[in-house]
C-alpha cells in the first residue's frame, strides 16, 4: 500500500488500488502484479526503429506539401503532432461503415487486389468462419507472391488455440502475438493489451475502427439474436501512412523485427495514380486525416487529451458513441462543461453491454452527464460497439478507443480524425438514424431506480479504474 501511494497516480486511481490491497490482502496484492504496477518508463519500441518510423512518415508528409488545416481545429491537430507525430495528410478518400457484411466483403476485395503486401492486426481473430474466411483469401496472395504479415493480441485471443494460428504460418502468412502472456514471464505485462484494429493493403489502402474478426461482428449469432452495431473505416491515400507506422511498430513488438524501407511507403504521384483508378464508392474524396496512436506507456494520454480539447471547443454539438462509459475525471468534466456551456452533447450507449459488471459500471456515470445537460441515448437494436465522434459538421473519429480508463490509459489504441465536411455529415446522419433505435433517458426516470440497482451500480464504479 505503501509503494501505490508513493507511485502518485490519480488519486481515484490509488483509492481504488488501496481499497483491492486492503479488503482483499493476498488475492488483492497478486492482482496488482498483473494489473496494477506502474510501467510508465517502459519502451516497446527501440529508439532507432522509432525514428525511423518516424521518418517514413515525414517524407511521406511533406511529399504531399503543406495541407491547409481548417482554423477551427488547428490547435487539436498541432497536439496530435506535437504528442503522437500524428501528420495531418490531404486528399483522402474515406467510407465508412455501418453494416459487418458490408465491410467484409470490400475488405476482401481489397485484399484479392493486393500487389506487394498486405497487414492486418486485429484485438480478436477467431477461428470461425470469418476468421477462416480471411486465411483463405491471405493465403491466396502469399501463393502469388505477396507478403502477409498478421498480428494479433494474444489475451484478446486467449479462447483461440494455436492450431489455427500455426495454420496460417503453414501457409506462408507471418504471425505475431502481441506481448504474450507466458508464466512467469511477462506476467506484468498482462494488463498492456492492443486492441488496434488496423489493415494495410500496399501502403494506399487502409481499414481502421471497432470491428474485429469474428461472426459477431458479421453475422447473427444465436436464436434471435442480430450482428452487433459497430462503424469501421475505410481510408485510401497518404493517411494509410499512418496506418502503416503503427502497424510496423506492433510488428516489432510482437516479433522484433524492423521494417522501414521505402517500398511500404508508396510515393506521392503512385497514391495519385491508384486514387484515380479506384472506382469504389466513398463519402469523400478530399479528406484532411490524421491516424492518432495511443499507448499506456508514454507520457500523455494522447487520444483522450484530443477528445478533451475538442469537447472543451465545440460550438453546436458533440455527438459520442461508445459500447462502455467509465470516463476519466477529465473526460467526464469537459463533457459536462461542453453541455452546460449549451453544445448540443448527446452520448449514444448500448442498452446492454456485453459485459453485465462493465454495464453496471457505466451506468453509474449517467446520472453525473445527465444533470449537466448530456442527452444520454440507449441502444436496443442488439449490442452497439460502435467508438465514434463528431462535432460540428467538421470533425469526425472512427477507432478503437472506447470512452474508459483501460481506452485511454491501459490499452495500445488507434483512431483516424478526420477533418471534412462530407464525412462529418454523414457520420452524424449515421449518428440520427441510431437514434431512432434508442430510448432517450431523462434526469426525472433515472433518479427513480430501485435502491439495489443503485447500490450495485456504485459499488462497482469504485472499481472503474481497473475494469
Known amino acids: 500500500m505503501l509503494v501505490v501511494v508513493l507511485e502518485n497516480r490519480q488519486p ?139 498480428v494479433y493480441d494474444d489475451v484478446g485471443c486467449w479462447n483461440v488455440k494455436n492450431s489455427f494460428f500455426r495454420r496460417m504460418e503453414n501457409k506462408g502468412i507471418q504471425v505475431g502475438a502481441f506481448l504474450p502472456v507466458r508464466f512467469p514471464k511477462l506476467t506484468s505485462k498482462v494488463d498492456f493489451r492492443n486492441h488496434r484494429k488496423i489493415v494495410v493493403i500496399d501502403g494506399i489502402v487502409g481499414y481502421v475502427g471497432g470491428m474485429n474478426l469474428a461472426e459477431r461482428y458479421f453475422y447473427p449469432v444465436g436464436d434471435g439474436k442480430r450482428a452487433w452495431r459497430d462503424t469501421h473505416t475505410r481510408i485510401m491515400g497518404n493517411a494509410v501512412g499512418g496506418l502503416q507506422r503503427a502497424f510496423l511498430s506492433d510488428w516489432y513488438v510482437a516479433t522484433g523485427q524492423t521494417i522501414t524501407e521505402q517500398v511500404y511507403y508508396p510515393h506521392e504521384e503512385e497514391c495519385r495514380r491508384i486514387l484515380k483508378e479506384d472506382c469504389e464508392p466513398c463519402v469523400s474524396r478530399s479528406a484532411l486525416v490524421q491516424i492518432v496512436t495511443s499507448i499506456p506507456t508514454a507520457p500523455w494520454p494522447d487520444i483522450m487529451q484530443g477528445m478533451v480539447l475538442a469537447l472543451m471547443r465545440a460550438k453546436k454539438y458533440f455527438y459520442l458513441q461508445s459500447p462502455y462509459f467509465m470516463p476519466t475525471e477529465r473526460m467526464l468534466f469537459a463533457l459536462q462543461t461542453a453541455a452546460l456551456a449549451g453544445v448540443d452533447v448527446r452520448l449514444m450507449l448500448p442498452e446492454r453491454s456485453d459485459k453485465r459488471l462493465l454495464t453496471w459500471a457505466s451506468r453509474s456515470f449517467l446520472h453525473d452527464v445527465i444533470r449537466a445537460g448530456v442527452r444520454v441515448y440507449l441502444y436496443q437494436s442488439g449490442f452497439l460497439h460502435s467508438k465514434t465522434l463528431v462535432c460540428d459538421d467538421m470533425l469526425t473519429s472512427c477507432g478503437s478507443t472506447n470512452i474508459d480508463f483501460r481506452s485511454f490509459e491501459r490499452n495500445f489504441e488507434v483512431n483516424a480524425f478526420v477533418y471534412d465536411a462530407e464525412a462529418a455529415r454523414m457520420m452524424r446522419r449515421i449518428f440520427q438514424e441510431d437514434q431512432k433505435h434508442c430510448r432517450l433517458l431523462n434526469l426525472e426516470m433515472w433518479e427513480t431506480r430501485s435502491l439495489y440497482l443503485r447500490v450495485a451500480e456504485s459499488s462497482i464504479r469504485l472499481l472503474a479504474p481497473l475494469l
Open 12 to 150: 481515484v486511481k490509488t483509492v481504488a488500488w488501496l481499497m483491492v490491497l486492503f479488503f482483499l490482502p493476498i488475492v488483492g496484492l497478486v492482482i496488482y502484479f498483473f494489473f496494477g504496477r506502474n510501467r510508465k518508463r517502459e519502451h516497446f519500441v527501440s529508439q532507432a526503429c522509432a525514428s525511423q518510423l518516424a521518418r517514413r512518415s515525414a517524407v511521406r508528409f511533406y511529399q504531399g506539401g503543406f495541407p491547409e488545416l481548417p482554423a477551427d481545429y488547428v490547435h487539436l491537430i498541432r497536439l496530435f503532432r506535437r504528442q503522437s507525430g500524428a501528420f495531418p495528410y490531404a486528399d483522402n478518400k474515406i467510407r465508412f461503415f455501418t453494416v459487418g457484411q458490408e465491410m467484409l466483403d470490400n475488405l476482401l476485395r481489397d485484399i484479392a487486389a493486393a500487389r506487394h503486401h498486405i497487414h492486418v492486426e486485429f484485438y480478436i481473430i477467431e477461428d470461425d468462419r470469418i476468421g477462416r474466411m480471411i486465411t483463405e483469401a491471405l493465403a491466396k496472395k502469399v501463393s502469388e507472391g505477396v507478403s502477409v504479415r498478421l
